[in-house]
């Protein structure tokens, strides 16, 4: 059994996933689609994909395509999730989920009256600190934990510029501006990964930036912001406390590790940096670096495949940490591109399982509503001076999904 699926976006970072869709043995087909058609003819050109799609609604009005991946500019996949869902599709998003509360819940009722699988591709879910933290606390080792920390560290001028100006055009400033608790989930997301609570309040102070070029600068901005920096303190719902860093102006080697993570228990503790990770306990520190990462786990994630010859795509592979259960993955994605400290296979062989086994996938949409909203909220208590904030929960994702397999085209 097997099923198609239809990239909404041909960007930059699409043609990581689009290559790993058409490994996967559970895949039949993959299309494209963008508003710039000829990013779209270029991504099936350069990957053998097996076609485009004139548009969105053409996407998700064919029966050629059973699932969507969303990979639009990041304020519009709410809205792109609900029509894929309300039309019969699957949907993978790239994150967040979306930029507002009501968004979510459009997406949460829209999978409940569906039955269709929905996943959010949140990399932090799998990042190798994340997935060792995990182990360690189901193995009882931190003891209670009692406060965690998780930092998104990116620098403006190591990527986003760019990438803004790409997607952008000639406004780009003004999505450039984009408030960086609007974009929560890979800091929020590898702390909760580990943890079995949720954000129930918070309290959060951005940095008005400083910078003075016309990005985060609140006559500029699509979104009335001009903050680049926010730090935001959360009470959870187990009585621990998560610390969420989001940076976008800071000295800090981003290419090498975006993401970074510290747990605190009443056992043991687990602390990163750049290049190093520790596991602590009462009387001793263990390096375990070398468990969490490789020089290609740590190597940059280029942007665009499309802009490599093969060759050089081999090169940017991000490989696997040992941490990593590898052994679960389809033998097709030996030497494949990967991405973010080697989760995206994983993320994508996540989503094909929960298609094809109608299951309820990892990062689902009551699992991205908890790793999204937090940040939503965050942003909305530093708008406000810092006040603290209630942070409303969705609950726990259901055992199963209720749509059938019947649609999907046999293999």
């Known amino acids: 059994m097997s099923f198609s699926i239809g990239f909404v ?36 050109a350069d990957l053998g994909l097996d076609g485009t799609f004139k548009d969105f609604d053409a996407m998700i009005q064919s029966e050629e395509v059973d699932a969507v991946a969303i990979f639009t500019q990041r304020w519009t996949h709410g809205e792109i999730a609900v029509k894929a869902l309300r039309a019969g599709k699957d949907v993978y998003s790239a994150v967040p989920m979306a930029i507002t509360r009501d968004e979510i819940a459009a997406i949460i009722q829209a999978v409940r009256e569906t039955g269709r699988v929905y996943m959010m591709g949140e990399t932090s879910y799998y990042n190798p600190a994340v997935v060792y933290a995990r182990k360690q606390a189901a193995a009882g080792a931190f003891g209670d934990i009692f406060y965690a920390e998780g930092d998104y560290v ?36 590898g702390v909760l990964g580990v943890l079995p609570a949720h954000a129930v309040s918070v309290s959060c102070l951005g940095v008005v930036d400083q910078r003075g070029d016309g990005v985060f600068d609140r006559a500029v901005s699509r979104f009335g912001n001009d903050f680049s920096n926010a730090s935001a303190l959360f009470e959870l719902s187990d009585g621990g406390v998560m610390r969420i860093n989001e940076m976008r102006r800071v000295g800090y080697p981003s290419p090498i590790r975006e993401s970074r993570f510290r747990f605190f228990g009443t056992e043991g503790s687990f602390e990163q940096i750049a290049t190093v990770s520790v596991w602590q306990d009462k009387t001793e520190v263990h390096d375990v670096s070398a468990l969490l990462a490789t020089p290609e786990t740590l190597a940059a994630d280029h942007p665009s495949l499309a802009d490599l010859s093969p060759t050089l795509r081999a090169a940017f592979s991000s490989g696997h940490a040992q941490v990593h259960d590898v052994q679960r993955l389809p033998s097709s994605f030996d030497g494949a591109p990967n991405g973010h400290e080697g989760s995206h296979q994983f993320l994508v062989d996540d989503f094909v399982a929960a298609v094809l086994q109608r299951s309820v996938p990892t990062v689902n949409a009551w699992v ?37 397999v019947d649609a999907l085209h046999e293999g």
Do not use: C
């Open 9 to 44: 976006g041909a960007g930059q970072f699409a043609g990581h996933f689009a290559s790993l869709f058409r490994l996967h043995p559970g895949v039949s087909a993959v299309y494209a689609t963008d508003l710039i058609p000829e990013r779209a003819e270029r991504l099936v």
């Open 154 to 189: 990116h620098d403006m001028d190591l990527g986003f510029y760019d990438a803004y100006r790409f997607s952008g055009g000639e406004a780009w400033k003004e999505t450039a501006s984009y408030p960086p608790m609007l974009y929560p989930t890979h800091s929020i997301g």
């Open 368 to 404: 991205a509503a908890r790793f999204t909203l937090p940040g939503i909220v965050a942003h909305e208590s530093a708008v406000n001076g810092g006040v603290r904030l209630v942070i409303d929960d969705f609950g726990e994702a259901p055992e199963t999904v209720g749509a059938s």
